[in-house]
DNA sequence: TCCCCTCGAGTTCA
DNA sequence: CTCGAGGGGA
């Protein structure tokens, strides 16, 4: 251990670390406003902790992160808990689950269980606000929250109000009975508009919301906002003259809290081992957005109260219960620098490298910054803490930095004028009016290596087997220079590359062959023009038919097309009256044909606007995309009124919600692969 | 001139 | 998937 060797920085850091998550957990528990999400603040907790037992004699005193919960606010009647209230610890994959189902076995047989056959309930993990109700003989007498988990506040004025909490139970017996309160969505989205209207604060989140409701003066508040709750516990129980029988287990204290009247949520399961629970959580992972309720995990239970009464607390929580979370989708993070990128029209993009977090279940290094005015925008520096999150579940984005980290001295970063890594002179400019830095830059090798990598690539010639990597190596052994250099290949050049062997040489040389024929819009988007992409060439190539004809179109004929402006009509009008680009082009065309686009004569489809969503099973978008056009459809790329149909594979996205509500007819796979041979056949 | 609709470009990870 | 910007109809 590094006892000494703690630097300053780092205790810096912990102290800054402890302010900052004190202040959070402040605004959390006690004003019920957040200004950071619970994942950004359990982010930063963490690495407190990380930090703590990487230097063990710092880590003593109070760090806020002992600390259960929240001091009770003035505002309703502190009363103790008879039961100490406690909260799970967390685990966030298989590996630490199993370890505590290890932990629990071994204490087991410690504690004198001679053959421990625990089994598991495993229930959704709700997140809202846990509410402790008292029923005596049967009746409501008191609920109270959670507080710090020894004290809680008096909300039982409007905790009647809940429909889901009996005010008399169906049996005379006294209860402690715990339930977590919940804000449906739809609610949270009413209420939330409703106050943005008045022009009154919004709630963060529905849990928020909930815990906001709850603790109101007027139960009349709380009523009007539906809430609801969800029993799961029972922490004290008195059966005398009832005929009532003691749970023996944590599912009959469901059973039971459900037979009195208080509502249960259904989704629960008993299960026999470890893989079952596992089953479980994987089972709703996907699902976990579909309830009205927020989920943030599955919590694990010991099903036997006798093993739970043996197994009991630590000082922080109860080890006969776990909360197996699901993967944080924000998280915190350090910029360590800012990289520029460049693309193959030059456009110069920032991107922040990290240190490594796990975001929603993958290991997050890089994030986009886009641009200069995003950096602004942001004010992000190399040093800053940051929150990232995942935009549309995959690509990383950084949501906000937090300043409070901020180390001293650093910069606001600064876009360079020269960016080295274009190669050449490494000039750039930006264009009054546009976003992005483009790389002007004479003989960019940078430039150069980027439009042959987009050459060779999916949406140009398609040559199977040549990525970037083996573009560099052909680049750096001089053995191309030029797009028509690709053609002139040898065998023995290729062999001359390393890890190239028979086989790899044979593939490669088959691929090129292959693409020696070429339709004329991939040879158009081959090029690299500027705003020439997939469509526009598409549009240009069934226009003019032919490359001659492309050529020595004029500026007005280009902007006779519909769909083609100005803009576009320039850059492609000035690319084909560059000496260079048509020397290149020359020789080029010396080794490949051209495919002409011809009238279809089947054009069932004319005039569709097809949009594709999610993954299918039988095709790729792209073959799917290519027969439908060969029917005469248009593939779009985004969902509107005018489109005719969205194809939804699995897992489809915001698309198929966007099409619902603009009441696009929805085809699945097996719909759209009948429909499309009905087509062929008539 | 103001929107709405598209397209192009850039990006991450398993 | 998102953002910025071009194209075109109202």
């Known amino acids: 251990m590094k006892q000494k060797g703690v630097s300053k920085e780092v205790l810096m850091r912990m102290q800054a670390l402890r302010a900052l998550i004190e202040y959070h957990r402040a605004l959390y528990h006690e004003k019920d406003a957040p200004e950071i999400t619970d994942e950004a603040y359990d982010s930063l907790v963490s690495e407190l902790q990380n930090l703590e037992e990487m230097s063990p004699s710092i880590g003593e005193g109070v760090s806020p992160r002992d600390v259960i919960g929240g001091a009770p606010s003035d505002a309703f009647k502190k009363v103790k808990h008879s039961v100490r209230q406690w909260s799970f610890d967390n685990v966030f994959d298989e590996a630490e689950l199993s370890l505590w189902s290890d932990r629990v076995h071994k204490l087991l047989a410690g504690g004198g269980v001679s053959k421990p056959a625990p089994t598991y309930v495993a229930e959704h993990k709700i997140d809202g606000l846990k509410v402790v109700v008292v029923y005596e003989k049967g009746v409501l007498v008191r609920a109270l929250t959670r507080g710090d988990g020894i004290t809680g506040e008096d909300i039982t004025h409007t905790v009647r109000t809940i429909k889901d909490v009996?005010?008399?139970?169906?049996?005379?017996?006294?209860?402690?009975?715990?339930?977590?309160?919940?804000?449906?969505?739809?609610?949270?989205?009413?209420?939330?508009?409703?106050?943005?209207?008045?022009?009154?604060?919004?709630?963060?989140?529905?849990?928020?919301?909930?815990?906001?409701?709850?603790?109101?003066?007027?139960?009349?508040?709380?009523?009007?906002?539906?809430?609801?709750?969800?029993?799961?516990?029972?922490?004290?129980?008195?059966?005398?003259?009832?005929?009532?029988?003691?749970?023996?287990?944590?599912?009959?204290?469901?059973?039971?809290?459900?037979?009195?009247?208080?509502?249960?949520?259904?989704?629960?399961?008993?299960?026999?081992?470890?893989?079952?629970?596992?089953?479980?959580?994987?089972?709703?992972?996907?699902?976990?957005?579909?309830?009205?309720?927020?989920?943030?995990?599955?919590?694990?239970?010991?099903?036997?109260?006798?093993?739970?009464?043996?197994?009991?607390?630590?000082?922080?929580?109860?080890?006969?219960?776990?909360?197996?979370?699901?993967?944080?989708?924000?998280?915190?993070?350090?910029?360590?620098?800012?990289?520029?990128?460049?693309?193959?029209?030059?456009?110069?993009?920032?991107?922040?490298?990290?240190?490594?977090?796990?975001?929603?279940?993958?290991?997050?290094?890089?994030?986009?910054?886009?641009?200069?005015?995003?950096?602004?925008?942001?004010?992000?520096?190399?040093?800053?803490?940051?929150?990232?999150?995942?935009?549309?579940?995959?690509?990383?984005?950084?949501?906000?930095?937090?300043?409070?980290?901020?180390?001293?001295?650093?910069?606001?970063?600064?876009?360079?004028?020269?960016?080295?890594?274009?190669?050449?002179?490494?000039?750039?400019?930006?264009?009054?009016?546009?976003?992005?830095?483009?790389?002007?830059?004479?003989?960019?090798?940078?430039?150069?290596?980027?439009?042959?990598?987009?050459?060779?690539?999916?949406?140009?010639?398609?040559?199977?087997?040549?990525?970037?990597?083996?573009?560099?190596?052909?680049?750096?052994?001089?053995?191309?220079?030029?797009?028509?250099?690709?053609?002139?290949?040898?065998?023995?050049?290729v062999l001359a590359l390393p890890h190239f062997k028979d086989t790899a040489a044979d593939n490669l040389l088959t691929s090129i062959e292959r693409a020696r024929t070429v339709p004329l819009e991939r040879l158009l988007i081959s090029l690299s023009i500027a705003h020439i992409g997939n469509e526009t060439a598409r549009l240009i190539a069934r226009h003019f038919k032919s490359l001659a004809a492309i050529r020595t179109a004029t500026l007005d004929q280009l902007e006779a097309i519909h769909g083609i402006g100005s803009v576009v009509a320039h850059s492609l009008y000035v690319w084909m009256r560059t000496k260079d680009h048509m020397e290149e082009l020359d020789r080029l065309l010396a080794h490949v044909t051209i495919v002409n686009p011809e009238e279809k004569e089947e054009q069932a489809f004319l005039g569709q606007i097809f949009v594709f969503t999610g993954t299918l099973a039988t095709l790729s978008r792209d073959e799917a995309s290519e027969r439908v056009r060969d029917l005469g459809a248009h593939v779009a790329s985004s969902v509107s009124k005018k489109t005719t149909y969205l194809v939804a594979g699995v897992e489809a996205g915001s698309k198929k919600e966007l099409a619902e509500s603009l009441g696009v007819q929805i085809l699945n796979e097996e719909q759209f692969l009948a429909l499309l041979s009905r087509a062929t056949e008539g």
């Not at 809290?257 to 008993?270: D, E, I, Q, S």
């Not at 997050?364 to 999150?389: C, F, P, W, Y």
Request: glycine share 6%; aromatic share 8%.
């Open 166 to 493: 009996p005010h008399v139970l169906k049996e005379q017996i006294s209860l402690i009975a715990v339930g977590e309160a919940w804000l449906p969505h739809k609610e949270f989205v009413r209420i939330n508009a409703l106050r943005e209207k008045k022009g009154e604060p919004v709630f963060a989140n529905p849990r928020n919301a909930a815990a906001g409701s709850v603790r109101q003066l007027d139960p009349e508040i709380t009523r009007e906002r539906n809430i609801r709750m969800f029993f799961y516990d029972i922490d004290f129980i008195d059966v005398v003259n009832t005929d009532v029988l003691s749970p023996d287990t944590q599912e009959d204290e469901l059973a039971l809290l459900k037979k009195v009247g208080c509502t249960v949520n259904p989704h629960f399961a008993v299960c026999r081992t470890l893989s079952d629970v596992v089953a479980y959580y994987t089972k709703w992972t996907p699902k976990k957005d579909a309830e009205q309720y927020g989920m943030d995990g599955v919590v694990v239970k010991i099903n036997e109260i006798s093993y739970q009464r043996i197994l009991g607390y630590t000082a922080k929580a109860p080890r006969f219960g776990i909360a197996f979370k699901f993967p944080a989708e924000q998280a915190t993070t350090i910029v360590e620098d800012i990289v520029l990128q460049v693309g193959r029209t030059g456009v110069v993009t920032p991107v922040a490298h990290l240190r490594p977090v796990r975001i929603a279940g993958s290991l997050v290094s890089r994030a986009t910054l886009h641009n200069e005015d995003q950096i602004k925008r942001l004010d992000v520096r190399v040093g800053d803490t940051v929150i990232m999150q995942k935009a549309g579940d995959v690509i990383p984005e950084i949501v906000q930095v937090v300043l409070e980290l901020r180390p001293q001295k650093t910069k606001p970063y600064v876009f360079p004028r020269k960016v080295p890594e274009c190669g050449g002179d490494g000039a750039i400019e930006r264009v009054v009016g546009e976003s992005a830095y483009r790389c002007v830059a004479k003989n960019s090798d940078t430039l150069h290596r980027a439009r042959l990598y987009y050459f060779v690539g999916k949406h140009a010639f398609n040559i199977d087997g040549m990525g970037e990597k083996i573009v560099d190596a052909l680049l750096d052994a001089q053995l191309i220079n030029s797009y028509a250099d690709i053609f002139t290949l040898a065998r023995g050049d």
